[in-house]
Nanobody
Framework: QLQASGGGLVQAGGSLRLSCAAS????????MGWYRQAPGKQRELVAL???????NYADSVRGRFTISRGSVRNLVSLQMDSLKVEDTAVYYC?????????????WGQGTLVTVSS
């Protein structure tokens, strides 16, 4: 449904780019974006982009991360610049869709981002 790519190991101050492609039931979502979960912490929103292009960012990443949708609407990317050690987490692609009047979340498999000091 959601296939994520990117991630890996980078030094603090560096950049990484995550991409996610939707297919099947996750197509034509209302919004797509990324959440992350660090060890011992709850999953948290990183960034979302709506079908109209509106964006929402966590305060901790605003100004450093940029979310965008591809020319094909079912692609979403997250450009992560000026990475910090505290950005280390498993990043999950997310798609939100209204199904039979109910907001439904679709999740990718998660990709690990490790930022070293």
């Amino acid at each position: 449904q959601l296939q994520a790519s990117g991630g890996g190991l980078v030094q603090a101050g560096g950049s990484l780019r995550l991409s996610c492609a939707a297919s099947g039931s996750a197509l034509d979502s209302t919004a797509m974006g990324w959440y992350r979960q660090a060890p011992g912490k709850q999953r948290e929103l990183v960034a979302l982009i709506g079908s109209g292009g509106g964006t929402n960012y966590a305060d901790s990443v605003r100004g450093r991360f940029t979310i965008s949708r591809g020319s094909v609407r079912n692609l979403v990317s997250l450009q992560m610049d000026s990475l910090k050690v505290e950005d280390t987490a498993v990043y999950y692609c997310n798609a939100k869709k209204i199904v039979l009047g109910t907001l439904t979340n679709y999740w990718g498999q998660g990709t690990l981002v490790t930022v070293s000091s």
